[in-house]
């Protein structure tokens, strides 16, 4: 069969294909549906999946109109299907033929942007399928905007339908002038019953039956793991994400995976159940058994009240092969699930999965509207070791008695709304392109809530007026997964680069030269942004109108092909809210350009001590510090490997429009070591002023190195002045060695930013800086992880938030922390002054650390 005959016989299929699922009187099949709403033809999105248009499904396509989104958000998976949008006018049914006694899934894609002339904030709508309220009131804008998402998955797992037709039926509220609905992409896939009744906690007797249920997936975690996108599931199409956002203060346990155990399933266990990734790593609690028995490992999400839950737990023992040797006791919301869990005696043995569900209802309390789930070592049982063990988690909503899975619109924070108009003001000006910086992590934007919304949200998420709605957590995490696939448009080319691995070229988008000179006009001076050692950066505009920073590698930087490598092979391996985004690269001409995600309020260091530059309150530097920290605490735990950043500083960490904190700059990343070193042996780089100093000393690079380097930037941001200024005198020259000695002298009060005198509760001025100081630590093995610095500094929000009538803190329990001793840096002479980007003399001794070439 040649090839012209080839395509004739691929469209005639096609073609008999769609004719057969639009006869609705045909019997009914396990077709999937892809249905890019408002799109005039078939598009293929970033995973390879074909959408279709949507409109012969429509009963009526005179209520709607098709719209073309002005303006693609950079964090969007791919155009398709999120660049057109169906807009209802008036209620409206799409029709599909489905099988009968059959689950779907049905997943439904929202991207809130200005479609024609209709502004997103108007929208407000109900979605109603299978004779059960979705969705009520929904207003996507709000709750991309609660959430810092640009786009919003909603997937619910609908009942069988007899009359092997499933109806889903948009209108818009009547409680709203103007108001429209609308729809960027549907998805409708056949699936198996997965769901079997659950024991109801607190009430061994009893169970909850599902079957009959339309219920919504709220949340899906590869505990221990990583993303697992829809095309890597076992089958279902189902997206897994990282459960490092939900994890409980500092004690995160540890993680691990099946290194040489094979996993087999049991015959009676669907392998469809979960993908093999999720049961090939794990979290457990570690390996010090005195420690894991006065603490538990937990997650915690949050909910709507007065709905039930199923909480679906999976399992697979991967390290012990024999009864009684990890033993557990599981707690949802305070309450047993189950005493003295044996993975090994539920499943058989090792390497076989094995998941459990447990029902609970969730109240409309002040403070009920949370999930707790957490695990802790059966102490009675005296199991050989006290550990516990998760390999993944899902939970779902089930639809209320009344046949509504309905909740309210999420509150965006206060600072949040404060900062909307400001962003909206910068983001329509293109006047000189200030305020903008690079971001740095191919395709992250990943699901979820910021640290400092995250608090934001869980004390302010209350009931908007007026408005029940789609979920308050809402379906995404706190991560979202984004990519800006090479199948996308302009960018449907084979990369040529002779510096990159096929996998990292494939992971990022591609540019051409032509296309990044448009962007940039021809890098026009007026678009500079920024100058770095690497190169200029330049403000630009991509795909007709979104915003990217620019960085162009300088010819002359003699580091530029190994950072240029470095950022784009280490960031496409990676995902976190807290990690800036890399869109893509160009190399072409001897040119090295990065595409980076635009960062409308541009460095923190601006906004610490650049007057023209707003001057951030200290809940707000609280917020930044956070979000900087849940970054580098998934670098080094929450990645596949332990990732060394080596140069954190103000400069590295960025703020969106949003406000959102995120860490920047790859360029000197390093790998950190194996289970089996301690350390990892490298020539010393980075920044001085922020350098570990015993790093420098032995040249031995831990992660402990970014903690230092952390601690001198809660440093600069108390006292709001640089890392290192050698006008000063000299016991003050460096900001780490003289914010310690303050310290230590009980006068650090003396040098803190005017701008925060008389507004810093003392309890959480005490706890800041008792955290910083003992990042500052001489040894490393002195230091906190990251993860206790996250959990100091949320403990310091508090302590700032929860303040009583007489203005003392609320009292809140706190884990005592070795004291840390302090370091001197005096020994270093400053000789051979130059001048770095930031005006400040500084040795030349130590040029390559302060600005070494090529960054």
């Known amino acids: 069969?040649?090839?012209?005959?080839?395509?004739?016989?691929?469209?005639?299929?096609?073609?008999?294909?769609?004719?057969?699922?639009?006869?609705?009187?045909?019997?009914?099949?396990?077709?999937?549906?892809?249905?890019?709403?408002?799109?005039?033809?078939?598009?293929?999105?970033?995973?390879?999946?074909?959408?279709?248009?949507?409109?012969?499904?429509?009963?009526?396509?005179?209520?709607?109109?098709?719209?073309?989104?002005?303006?693609?958000?950079?964090?969007?998976?791919?155009?398709?299907?999120?660049?057109?949008?169906?807009?209802?006018?008036?209620?409206?049914?799409?029709?599909?033929?489905?099988?009968?006694?059959?689950?779907?899934?049905?997943?439904?894609?929202?991207?809130?942007?200005?479609?024609?002339?209709?502004?997103?904030?108007?929208?407000?709508?109900?979605?109603?399928?299978?004779?059960?309220?979705?969705?009520?009131?929904?207003?996507?804008?709000?709750?991309?905007?609660?959430?810092?998402?640009?786009?919003?998955?909603?997937?619910?797992?609908?009942?069988?339908?007899?009359?092997?037709?499933?109806?889903?039926?948009?209108?818009?509220?009547?409680?709203?002038?103007?108001?429209?609905?609308?729809?960027?992409?549907?998805?409708?896939?056949?699936?198996?019953?997965?769901?079997?009744?659950?024991?109801?906690?607190?009430?061994?007797?009893?169970?909850?039956?599902?079957?009959?249920?339309?219920?919504?997936?709220?949340?899906?975690?590869?505990?221990?793991?990583?993303?697992?996108?829809?095309?890597?599931?076992?089958?279902?199409?189902?997206?897994?994400?990282?459960?490092?956002?939900?994890?409980?203060?500092?004690?995160?346990?540890?993680?691990?995976?099946?290194?040489?155990?094979?996993?087999?399933?049991?015959?009676?266990?669907?392998?469809?159940?979960?993908?093999?990734?999720?049961?090939?790593?794990?979290?457990?609690?570690?390996p010090d058994s005195q420690l894991n028995k006065n603490f538990n490992l937990t997650w915690v999400f949050q909910v709507d009240g007065n709905y039930m839950y199923v909480v679906r737990l999976h399992f697979c023992e991967l390290i012990n092969s024999k009864p009684n040797q990890r033993v557990f006791d599981i707690y949802v919301n305070n309450q047993t699930a189950e005493a003295a869990a044996d993975v090994i005696a539920w499943s058989g043995g090792q390497g076989v999965p094995f998941y459990k569900d447990y029902a609970i209802f969730v109240n409309d309390g002040p403070g009920d509207e949370e999930i707790w789930v957490a695990l802790h070592p059966t102490v009675s049982e005296k199991p050989e070791t006290y550990d516990s063990l998760l390999n993944g988690m899902e939970i779902f909503k089930v639809n209320s008695t009344n046949g509504s899975l309905a909740g309210p619109n999420p509150k965006p924070s206060d600072m949040l709304l404060k900062a909307q108009p400001e962003e909206a003001k910068e983001f329509e000006s293109d006047k000189k392109g200030k305020g903008a910086i690079i971001g740095v992590s191919c395709s992250a934007a990943a699901l979820g809530f910021l640290a400092a919304i995250c608090i934001a949200f869980h004390h302010n998420k209350k009931k908007s007026e007026g408005s029940d709605s789609g979920l308050t957590s809402g379906w995404l995490p706190l991560y979202t997964h984004s990519t800006t696939s090479s199948k996308t448009s302009n960018s449907n080319r084979s990369c040529t680069s002779s510096h990159l691995s096929s996998l990292a070229a494939g992971l990022c988008r591609h540019f051409s030269l032509p296309e990044i000179k448009q962007g940039t006009k021809n890098f026009d001076e007026s678009q500079v942004i920024g100058v770095g050692g690497f190169g200029k950066v330049y403000k630009g505009v991509i795909d007709g109108g979104t915003k990217v920073a620019i960085k162009r590698a300088n010819p002359s930087s003699e580091q530029g092909v190994h950072e240029f490598r470095t950022e784009i092979e280490m960031l496409s391996k990676l995902r976190h809210r807290h990690l800036v985004s890399l869109i893509g690269f160009c190399e072409e001409d001897d040119e090295m350009i990065l595409v980076y995600d635009y960062m409308a309020h541009g460095t923190l260091r601006e906004h610490l001590y650049k007057h023209n530059k707003t001057h951030l309150e200290w809940k707000q530097r609280l917020e930044i510090c956070i979000g900087a920290a849940r970054g580098l605490h998934y670098l080094h735990t929450g990645a596949k490997y332990t990732i060394i950043h080596r140069d954190v500083k103000t400069t590295n960490i960025l703020v969106d429009e949003n406000w959102v904190a995120k860490v920047s700059d790859f360029g000197l990343s390093k790998t950190g070591p194996d289970m089996n070193q301690t350390h990892v042996s490298t020539v010393v780089k980075g920044s001085f002023g922020y350098l570990d100093p015993e790093y420098f000393r032995r040249q031995q690079l831990t992660e402990k190195s970014d903690v230092y380097s952390f601690g001198v930037v809660l440093f600069e941001v108390l006292t709001a002045r640089p890392a290192l200024n050698p006008s000063l005198p000299k016991e003050q020259v460096s900001l780490a060695d003289w914010a310690l000695h303050c310290q230590k002298k009980g006068v650090l009060e003396d040098i803190i930013d005017p701008h925060l005198k008389g507004k810093i509760n003392p309890e959480c001025l005490k706890k800041f800086a008792e955290t910083a100081e003992k990042c500052l630590s001489d040894h490393g093995v002195d230091r906190p992880s990251m993860g206790d610095v996250l959990w100091n500094l949320e403990f310091a929000l508090q302590l700032q938030e929860n303040l009583v009538g007489d203005g003392a803190a609320k009292k809140t329990s706190e884990r005592p922390a070795p004291p840390a001793p302090a370091i001197s840096l005096h020994g270093l002479e400053l000789e051979n002054e130059t001048t770095d980007a930031d005006g400040l003399n500084t040795s030349a001794v130590f040029s390559q650390l302060i600005n070494p070439q090529g960054r």
């Open 1 to 286: 069969m040649d090839s012209r005959t080839q395509i004739l016989f691929r469209l005639f299929s096609l073609v008999f294909v769609l004719n057969s699922l639009h006869q609705l009187s045909a019997a009914a099949t396990d077709t999937s549906y892809f249905l890019s709403c408002g799109a005039a033809n078939t598009g293929i999105d970033s995973d390879g999946r074909k959408w279709e248009p949507d409109t012969k499904y429509l009963v009526s396509s005179d209520n709607s109109i098709l719209a073309t989104a002005q303006f693609q958000d950079p964090s969007l998976p791919s155009p398709v299907p999120y660049m057109t949008s169906r807009i209802f006018n008036k209620e409206s049914t799409y029709t599909f033929p489905v099988a009968s006694g059959k689950r779907h899934w049905l997943r439904l894609h929202f991207y809130p942007s200005n479609y024609n002339s209709l502004n997103p904030s108007d929208s407000y709508f109900s979605v109603v399928a299978g004779g059960v309220t979705l969705l009520s009131n929904f207003s996507a804008s709000i709750t991309a905007l609660a959430l810092t998402q640009s786009y919003i998955i909603k997937e619910f797992s609908l009942i069988s339908s007899d009359d092997k037709v499933l109806n889903i039926t948009f209108k818009p509220s009547p409680d709203y002038e103007g108001s429209y609905a609308f729809v960027n992409g549907i998805e409708i896939v056949a699936m198996p019953d997965l769901f079997k009744p659950a024991n109801l906690v607190g009430m061994s007797d009893q169970t909850v039956e599902t079957a009959t249920s339309t219920l919504q997936t709220l949340f899906r975690l590869n505990v221990g793991g990583q993303y697992i996108p829809a095309v890597n599931d076992s089958g279902l199409t189902r997206t897994w994400y990282d459960d490092t956002p939900y994890l409980y203060g500092a004690a995160v346990g540890v993680t691990g995976k099946a290194d040489g155990t094979k996993i087999e399933f049991a015959k009676d266990y669907p392998q469809y159940t979960a993908p093999y990734d999720v049961y090939a790593t794990f979290r457990s609690m570690g």
